[in-house]
């Protein structure tokens, strides 16, 4: 277990583990499961991209939307309009 963790998202659409999860069903959401239960105290999930829709959905789940500026980030040029979405929760909310 950690303080904190960091789950690196490839897809907004890979936040289907935690907004509509299939643990018995699909191995990815196990091992993205297992990933966050690490966290003991701070959890953050770096997407590509956050529609509207999803970041309703994560606020619901007690999530806060953090949206970090290229500049702010290692990976400057793969970002999509220089603005990055940071999905984080203090584990206690979870």
């Not at 959401?29 to 701070?42: E, G, L, P, T, W």
């Not at 793969?78 to 984080?88: A, D, T």
């Given at each position: 277990?950690?303080?904190?963790?960091?789950?690196?998202?490839v897809r907004e659409a890979?936040l289907?583990?935690?907004?509509?999860?299939?643990l018995?069903?699909?191995?990815?959401?196990?091992?993205?499961?297992?990933?966050?239960?690490?966290?003991?105290?701070?959890l953050?999930i770096?997407?590509?991209?956050?529609?509207?829709?999803?970041?309703?959905?994560m606020?619901?789940?007690?999530?806060?939307i953090?949206?970090?500026?290229a500049?702010?980030t290692?990976?400057?040029?793969e970002i999509?309009?220089g603005v990055s979405?940071?999905i984080?929760?203090?584990?206690?909310?979870l």
């Amino acid at each position: 277990e950690y303080d904190a963790v960091l789950l690196s998202l490839v897809r907004e659409a890979d936040l289907s583990f935690l907004i509509s999860p299939e643990l018995g069903n699909k191995e990815e959401h196990r091992i993205y499961y297992v990933a966050i239960s690490r966290a003991k105290r701070n959890l953050y999930i770096s997407v590509p991209t956050l529609s509207k829709e999803n970041e309703q959905k994560m606020k619901e789940l007690g999530f806060q939307i953090l949206r970090l500026k290229a500049e702010e980030t290692e990976r400057c040029s793969e970002i999509s309009n220089g603005v990055s979405p940071l999905i984080s929760s203090k584990m206690k909310n979870l």
